[in-house]
């Protein structure tokens, strides 16, 4: 068990420095971007950028309602067919019945015809 501890947590400060290089880089690529391209455009960049991020979010979410809706479809689809096939087998029963001489009188009982 100390050694899985030790492990996760050379693990996490490797993870850790790791993510620390990553944040420099990137501060490096934007400050690099500010320069290059002045700070009126960087901030129309990163504006645009966020503005993409909100639609791409909205359609994100957009996408959940309809899957939601679809699935709702879909079971219910599932549902009526169910049903269906009980109410056409039960009239094949009734069909059944009624050609080896039977008639169904009301709902669940059968008579005989006499010969």
Wanted: aromatic content about 2%.
């Amino acid at each position: 068990l100390r050694t899985e501890k030790k492990e996760q947590k050379r693990k996490d400060s490797s993870l850790n420095r790791a993510n620390q290089h990553l944040q420099a880089q990137l501060h490096s690529v934007e400050e690099q971007l500010r320069h290059s391209i002045g700070i009126h455009e960087y901030q129309a960049v990163t504006t645009t950028l966020s503005e993409l991020q909100a639609k791409y979010d909205h359609l994100l979410s957009l996408t959940s309602k309809v899957q939601n809706k679809y699935d709702l479809l879909v079971q219910r689809s599932v549902s009526t067919t169910q049903v269906l096939e009980a109410q056409l087998n039960e009239h094949r029963r009734k069909a059944e019945l009624m050609a080896v001489g039977h008639v169904p009188e009301r709902e669940g009982e059968v008579q005989v015809l006499s010969a």
